[in-house]
């Protein structure tokens, strides 16, 4: 495996005895650099702040580029997957995604990594995702005010009713995520930033920006396009708290099954 080598050098991470690793949480980043600029400088600044948030929140991070580590064997140790900026495009690798979210693992997604279409053809990841293909897109990326659905949940504790997110490329689904009653809604995009854009309007819709689907130990976030996403407090607070609940540290007052029924 790729292992967290690279993320040592860039970061400086110091090394913990063979015992204290094992008592941690371990967590795997998957993400690409032959994708979208703005989606690899993205990538860049959450892997910098994925690998302080571990020193903080005391877990094991490994990153990989390599997405044939998305098998049976290699994701066995992790309590948690993350996709940054893509996700597994051939079968083997989208069966072992499967296997290993229906079999209690969890998944913390960004922006593109659900993306899907008619083209995709992973109706189980559709389902997962909650129903809904990409539709539209604001452009350029803008900063939008954000409103917190559900300010009990321990995804979003500590955040104010509504926030102005940095500057992101907004995605828009049909249907919305919102009409699954498996899909559990956290942050919604304000109508009141519509029209949002300029090439690319954003005019109407219910548009949710963070969820999760209650069969599933999942959390799906919008944001996750530049090099501006980590630059707002309140929302690096919202990506600690879903890490952490994610990783069954502090509240759990969220449904969370781990396993289809």
């Not at 094992?22 to 690998?51: C, G």
């Not at 129903?131 to 409103?147: C, E, M, R, T, Y």
């Not at 699954?180 to 942050?187: A, G, K, N, T, Y």
């Amino acid at each position: 495996m790729k292992s967290f080598f690279a993320l040592v050098l860039c970061f400086g991470m110091l090394s913990s005895s063979a015992g204290a690793q094992a008592a941690r949480p371990k967590v795997l980043i998957f993400y690409s650099l032959n994708v979208e600029t703005d989606h690899v400088l993205f990538a860049l600044d959450a892997l910098r702040y994925f690998s302080e948030l571990a020193r903080k929140d005391n877990f094991a991070l490994e990153a990989t580029t390599n997405w044939e580590e998305l098998n049976d064997a290699n994701l066995k140790p992790y309590q948690l997957v993350v996709w940054l900026n893509e996700f597994p495009h051939n079968q083997a690798e989208r069966e072992a995604f499967e296997r290993y979210m229906t079999g209690g693992g969890a998944w913390l997604g960004f922006h593109v990594s659900a993306y899907n279409d008619k083209d995709t053809k992973w109706p189980w990841f559709m389902t997962f995702i909650g129903g809904g293909v990409f539709d539209a897109n604001s452009w350029p990326p803008l900063p939008a005010k954000l409103i917190v659905d559900d300010k009990a949940s321990p995804v979003t504790r500590n955040l104010p009713s509504t926030f102005v997110s940095p500057t992101n490329e907004w995605y828009r689904w049909k249907p919305s995520p919102r009409a699954d009653s498996h899909i559990h809604v956290l942050l919604t995009l304000d109508p009141a930033n519509y029209p949002l854009g300029i090439k690319g309007l954003l005019t109407y819709g219910d548009i949710p920006v963070v969820w999760t689907n209650t069969q599933y130990k999942m959390l799906y976030m919008n944001m996750g396009h530049g090099d501006k996403i980590f630059t707002s407090p309140v929302q690096n607070t919202l990506i600690e708290n879903g890490t952490e609940w994610l990783l069954g540290k502090g509240p759990q007052n969220l449904p969370l099954s781990g396993k289809v029924e």
